[in-house]
Structure formats: C-alpha cells, structure tokens
C-alpha cells in the first residue's frame, strides 16, 4: 500500500524574487502577508505534525519566492530550522520553488547540504516573447540549463507553466509542454493565467491591453497539455491554482480561476477521448463507457454535462460510465448498459 503524504506550505511570498512579474501577488495568491522566519518554520512544521495522522510522510514545502535567489545566509537559516526535523524522521523530504536563472553548482550543493530532496523551477514559457512580455527576466535557455544541474545533482525536478500569458498563444503553450516533457522532469504544475487584483496584468486587462485567458478556453487547452505528459509518462501534479479564501473572494478578478479547474479540464479531456471511441465503436442507442477507478466523476462531467453532450452528439438514448481495468485517462466502450 502507498503510504500516506502530506505537504506543510512554508510561505515565503515575493522573497528574493529579483523581478515584479506583470501576473504575481504572491501575498494574495498564498494568503500569506509576510514571509517566513526561522521561528515560523519552526512553529508551522510543528503545529502541521500535531495534526498529522501518524504513519504519514510529510514534506516542508517552501513556496512563494524565488528561494534560491534569497542571501545565502537566510536560505540556510530557514531550512536549517526544517533541518532537525528531518534528522529526526519526522519530516521525511523538503522542498521548494525557484527561478531558472537562480540556479547554479554552488547553489545545489547548499541544497543538498540541508537535506532538499526536490527543486520546482518555474519555467512559465518555453518562448522568448512570452517570458518577456510577462517581465519573467530569464531565458527559455536558462529553465533547459536550470533543468540539467538540478537532474544531474541529484535532485527531483518538478516545472511549472503556465498558460495564457501575455503574447501566448495555444500553440506556444503546446510548444512549451513539448519542450519541458523532453527534459523529463518528475512532474510538472500547470497555472493558467489568474488575473489578480494589485498586479501589471490587472492594470493592463482593465486597459484592454490584455486579453482574458477564460475558464473555457483554457481547460481545453489544458485538456490537450494533459495529453502530452501523460503521453511522456510524466504525472501533472496540479493543475489550476490552489483556491483560497482571499482568491474566491475577489483577488482573483479575472481569468481562468475555478475551485474545480483541474476536474473541468479533465472532463473535456475525457469527452474528447469518449467521442473518438464511440466513434470506432458505432454509435448505438445503449451503450457503456469503462473509465479507471475514480474516474466517473471527470469522465461524467460537471453536472453530469459530457453524458447529455455525447447522447446529444451520437443520438444515444441511455449511456451509462461504470469503472473498469483500464487506464487513467483511457477509455473502453461497447454496446449495451
């Protein structure tokens, strides 16, 4: 049996991120108004195995900033106040988030000192125009060579994009996923564009100088990024932001921000791949569709929508999705209910 996991999110918001990116407000985006200090560390580990079922792994996460960008003396002071607990067992991994051009030998190796296991690197684009229009401040080059040092050290890499950004286009975003699934990370997040309130983006939607990446366009985008990792053998760990009371309530003003974004961009996966197999199936009035074990749900659709689309579509009168032996994202279908 897979063990149980849990991560405890240490906030650094902003800190030692050396450019303003046109789409960030960490501080909104985390709810976190302040970054973290040693005794935080300290006391959020702490409460976080207080209320930790025991025989659970848990990992200290430091999010939010560009940690390796942060003066090399804080960096060892915030993960060596994670440190003992890891010497001790009862963290078994941390990790943390950067930017590709704050990553270098001397960098890894304070890494490896403290006990980091994984580095999430946040490529964002693959193409030059995007990270430029969205003031990113490093090369599609920097997240390759970025890539290969931390995979050489030793590391787990994770990479995160996102979608939608200024001067995107669904072409670029495939083009990105193309490129990052060649550098065969250990996972990948994707993030599409979330207008937040107090940042450049906002000021430039309410301009008109940027276009709004909507929930609908971008969970078919999405749909299609899905195909490709999964095509890689590379898991997507999260897909949309995570929902937090302050984005729900107003910060995010715009965009593709949705509670359930990652089931609605799986539903439109799945209805794509039901209609090509009821298509080499023929259609008939009763059919069955055969997903994996906790599957129904996406391959359903929100509000049962994919199941009235496809009888719709293919003039089937009573369709019914049971779970099966089949793969995640795959789907099975013959005749009859």
């Known amino acids: 049996m897979t063990p149980k996991r849990r991560i405890i999110p240490i906030f650094v918001p902003h800190l030692g991120c050396p450019h303003a990116c046109v789409f960030c407000n960490q501080k909104r985006i985390s709810g976190a108004l302040s970054p973290a200090e040693p005794e935080d560390v300290i006391r959020q580990i702490t409460e976080g195995l207080e209320k930790t079922e025991k025989g659970t792994e848990v990992e200290a996460a430091f999010y939010g900033g560009s940690f390796t960008a942060i003066p090399p003396g804080e960096q060892e002071a915030l993960l060596g106040a994670a440190l003992p607990f890891l010497r001790s067992g009862e963290l ?5 988030s950067t930017r590709p051009d704050c990553i270098d030998e001397e960098t890894l190796a304070r890494l490896k000192c403290f006990g980091v296991e994984t ?29 290969r040092l931390i995979k050489d050290a030793g590391f787990k890499l994770i990479l995160q994009m996102m979608t939608g950004l200024p001067g995107d286009t669904p ?13 065969k990370p250990d996972g990948v997040r994707i993030y599409p564009t979330v ?20 929930v609908e366009e971008a969970a078919e985008l999405c749909a299609r990024l899905l195909d490709i990792f999964e ?46 197999a009821i298509e080499r199936a023929g259609a008939a009035e009763k059919m069955t ?3 994996a074990p906790g599957q129904i749900s996406a391959a359903t659709g929100q509000k049962r929508a994919n199941t009235e689309a496809l009888c719709r579509k293919y003039g089937i ?4 999705i049971k779970e099966g032996d089949v793969k995640k994202g795959e789907i099975s279908v013959f005749p009859g209910s």
């Open 92 to 96: 078994s991994s941390i990790r943390l």
């Open 119 to 147: 580095v999430e690197l946040g490529v964002q684009s693959m193409k030059k125009e995007v990270l430029e229009a969205s003031e990113r401040g490093h090369t599609p080059q920097d997240a390759e060579k970025a890539a």
């Open 171 to 183: 072409e670029f975003s495939v083009y990105t996923a193309e490129k990052l699934a060649e550098m």
């Open 195 to 214: 207008i937040i309130k107090d940042t450049p983006l906002y000021d430039m939607w309410r301009a008109g100088e940027y276009k709004e990446h909507t």
């Open 231 to 276: 095509g890689a053998g590379i898991p997507v760990i999260r897909l949309g932001l995570n929902p937090t009371e302050e984005l729900s309530g107003g910060a995010a003003a715009g965009g593709a921000y949705h509670p359930a974004f990652g089931e609605i961009a799986a539903s439109k996966r799945y209805f794509k791949k039901a209609c090509s």
């Open 289 to 291: 569709l055969i997903v």
């Open 317 to 320: 009168k009573r369709l019914k």
